[in-house]
């Protein structure tokens, strides 16, 4: 299962981005997608998550500004962030889960999304 995030970038202060995530090497449908990021010097840490059935998580530092949505046929993830911060500057992880006897983790590659002010 390989996880491919793409459409990072650098925008300015208020800006927009949308990035995506495509998966590929697996039939089945992941339980729970969602993006995380990972600041320099800083801990990785949740975005967004979105499972099939469930709730739709925020970090309270993107709600109002970021939507996370995901086809569920493809299996592709979605991150539309809006009004983008200088703080929001960090590498976003897509991230992915099958859910079974155990929990299987998967993650993309990172996208790098800088915000300048």
């Known amino acids: 299962v390989q996880l491919q995030a793409s459409g990072g970038g650098l925008v300015q202060a208020g800006g927009s981005l949308r990035l995506s995530c495509a998966s590929s090497g697996t039939r089945f449908s992941f339980n729970s997608m969602g993006w995380y990021r990972q600041a320099p010097g800083k801990q990785r840490e949740l975005v967004a998550t979105?499972?099939?059935?469930?709730?739709?998580n925020y970090a309270d530092s993107v709600k109002g500004r970021f939507t996370i949505s995901r086809d569920n046929s493809k299996n592709t993830l979605t991150l539309q962030m809006n009004s983008l911060r200088p703080e929001d500057t960090a590498v976003y992880y897509c991230?992915?889960?099958?859910w079974g006897a155990g929990t299987v983790t998967y993650w993309g590659q990172g996208t790098l999304v800088t915000v300048s002010s």
């Open positions: 979105l499972t099939i059935g469930g709730p739709t």
């Open positions: 991230n992915a889960e099958k």
